[in-house]
Structure formats: structure tokens, C-alpha cells
């Protein structure tokens, strides 16, 4: 889908900001808690990390850029619990007023829907009986398509072309995966763009390399 997550390659939002080289992996300790309990959150829901991708993607703009990275997970692991009836909707807000004193009504905990869905394997990565469909130094071209649900194919590489680098391992489709539709294991290929082709002639040169899946990609005739 086309939304707030697909930033790669606009305009508009500031300065980039690296990380230092001494920056720990949770700089404040809510960080940690919150990434642990988005994972502990999609086992005891039973969604899969594309299913979870696909919820912080659709949340809205404040949810997503205000709140920060792991402000960002929580919101998304708020949305997960609540679209899978583990938690209510508004409990999160009733209790945080309670907890600063007021008295409001919370309400009362659903009954959680089942996964219904097998666990979620501890690798993607998959064997595929199919030769690959691409071939390394071949040109393709990113297909131009924008899918209504989840999808790991930039917005800024859609409809141009670049050359195949590497062809990886078969993996697990996100695009069907997050809606529990089958993990449909694809080729993931490698693909070197050049600068121009993405944002014009007027572009410092320099090269863009996407990993992108099997049916993300067309050969150029």
C-alpha cells in the first residue's frame, strides 16, 4: 500500500540524522520494553512480522513520525491487540488516565479472537522447485504497480530499471504472508539502480541497490 511507511527516495522531512558510533541498541529503557513486547505481542496474537509491518504502515501520520521508533512499535502493537480482540478498544487511553489519577471507567477485556493460524516459522527463507526467472547482469524493471494491502516494494523504484547484482535465497512473500494468504516463497533478487534513472538527470550519480522479490520485477524486452 501507498502510505506514510514509503518515505524512501521524498522530499520534505529534514536534515538525516546518522547514528553515532557509540549509540547503544535501546537508548532509553521503555525501548527495550516496547520491542519486546511487540514480539511477544504477535505470539500471543498469532500475527507474523509481515502481518505487523502492515499494521505500523497503516497507522497515521502522529502515530508514525511523532512518537518515534519504538513509539511507532508500540503504536502498532497497540493496533495489532486490538484489531486481534486481546485488548478492547480505548483500554490502552482508560488505563493510562487511571494511572495519572482520574477515574474512568475501563473497558472490559474481549474475548480474544483465536489465530486459528499455524505458528510462524523462525526463518522466511524457503526452497523453491523453479529455476529462477532472472538471471545476474540481466536488466529488469520494478513493476509499477501499487498493491490496495502490504507490500516491500518501494514507491521510488516502481517503473524503472536496473540490473540483477545478486540472486538470493527464496523467501517468504510479504504481500501475502501479511494477510494470511499463503507464504507463496519467491526468489528475492538484488538490483543495482543508477541514481538518474530513479530521480532524474539533474542527480548526483550514485548507485541504489533494492532487494526485491520475483513477481516485483518484469524483464525488459
Known sequence: ???IADMGGTEG????HPPRDDEPVFEKTWQGRAFALGHFSMRLSGWNMDAF???IERLDRSAYLDDGYYGRWLNGTELMLTESAVLAPDAIDARARNLRGEHVGEPPVPEPAGPGRAPAAESSLRTVDTPPAFAVGQRVRAR???PPGHTRLPGYVRGHAGVVDLIQPAAVLPDTNAHFQGENP???YSVRFDSRELWGAGTDPFAVTADLFESYLEKIA
Open 1 to 3: 500500500m501507498d502510505g
Open 186 to 188: 519467491q526468489y528475492v
Open 53 to 55: 509491518r502492515h499494521a
Open 144 to 146: 509499477n504497480m501499487s
Open 13 to 16: 522531512w529534514g536534515p538525516v
